[in-house]
């Protein structure tokens, strides 16, 4: 069967689904997309697309756009920035402040809030906020392949206005001297980095060093190497959906990164990336469509990193 055959099956067969969990609500903005939108792209290591339904809409990236933001970092500081988060899964919510108290201010791993808000710390070091978000919205442009990726400046200051559990994370490890730079310019990119509006289609395509070993399509330029594609790809397997992470590689069994926007992009290595967007989360605060559409496409391919 075809890839973009199994991928209209998945639409059918999730159609019953479209509308299921809730909206974010904790952010304003999100609150007010519908909930009955579904999308599903995916694109294969060789360049061949495939999507159906919602997915040439763009959305809130959200949380997603941690693999990003993380493998600029990695860039810019290489494996120093293990100094200043780690690589072990939470078993907490997303936003969660509980373990920064036991571990000094050292967040456990780079896709919690905590993580992503010492990433962005990372990534501004030097700059002024304008020039980091000139760099990430260039590089997710660069990797998806298409300009006309924006940052949503409603949802960025929607959640600037409501981001109290984010600030108090900020300045918790600020005290603890893990935050660098002002809280507010820190949070700032954090806010924007979120706020990222993409497609389906323009996330599956940004996902594919991921699945390509660091390579864009086909034997495309390198984005990063082989090993740190592996890496990156762990920690999304066990990080990637927070305290659902367990759960998601049991059902799903490719990594995969969730955002609150509904939106989760995962990897089949060697094979494809595929992102799906359905705004109704579960109570975890991952799509839930999302979720069980790419149970189904894994199941359908055969697809799973355990063999
Ligand atoms: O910081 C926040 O709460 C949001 N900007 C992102 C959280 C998120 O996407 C968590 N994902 N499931």
């Given at each position: 069967m075809s890839i973009s055959a199994i991928v209209q099956d998945v639409y059918e067969e999730m159609r019953p689904h479209f509308g299921e969990g809730k909206v974010a609500d904790y952010i304003p903005a999100l609150?007010?997309?519908?909930?009955d939108k579904f999308g599903i792209a995916v694109v294969t290591t060789d360049g061949e697309t495939a999507f159906a339904g919602d997915a040439l809409e763009p959305f809130s990236i959200q949380s997603v756009s941690k693999v990003f933001t993380l493998t600029l970092a990695l860039g810019r500081v290489g494996s120093g920035l293990w100094k200043r988060v780690g690589?072990?899964?939470?078993?907490?919510?997303?936003?969660?402040?509980?373990?920064l108290e036991h571990e000094h201010?050292?967040?456990?791993?780079?896709?919690i809030n905590a993580g992503a808000i010492v990433t962005a710390d990372v990534l501004l070091a030097g700059h002024q906020p304008r020039e980091t978000l000139g760099e990430i919205l260039q590089f997710m442009r660069y990797i998806s392949q298409d300009d006309t990726v924006y940052m949503d400046e409603d949802v960025a200051r929607s959640e600037q206005a409501t981001g109290f559990r984010n600030a108090a994370l900020a300045n918790y490890m600020r005290g603890y001297g893990n935050?660098?730079?002002?809280v507010e310019k820190t949070l700032g990119v954090y806010f924007h980095q979120c706020s990222i509006a993409m497609s389906c289609l323009q996330l599956a395509w940004a996902g594919q060093f991921l699945a390509n070993g660091g390579k864009?399509?086909?034997?495309?330029?390198?984005?990063?190497s082989a090993e740190r594609a592996r890496r990156i790809n762990a920690l999304m397997l066990t990080c990637?959906?927070?305290?659902?992470s367990g759960d998601f590689a049991f059902r799903v069994g490719l990594p995969g990164k969730s955002g609150v926007g509904g939106g989760i992009m995962a990897v089949a290595p060697g094979k494809a990336s595929i992102a799906v967007w359905s705004p109704g989360l579960n109570e975890i605060g991952n799509s839930a469509a999302g979720t069980r559409a790419l149970e189904l496409f894994a199941k359908k391919t055969g697809w799973s990193v355990f063999g």
């Open positions: 609150a007010r997309v519908p909930l690589r072990e899964p939470s078993g907490d919510p997303f936003n969660s402040i509980v373990q201010g050292i967040p456990r791993n780079p896709f935050i660098t730079n002002p864009l399509p086909g034997n495309g330029p390198r984005i990063v990637g959906h927070y305290d659902a």
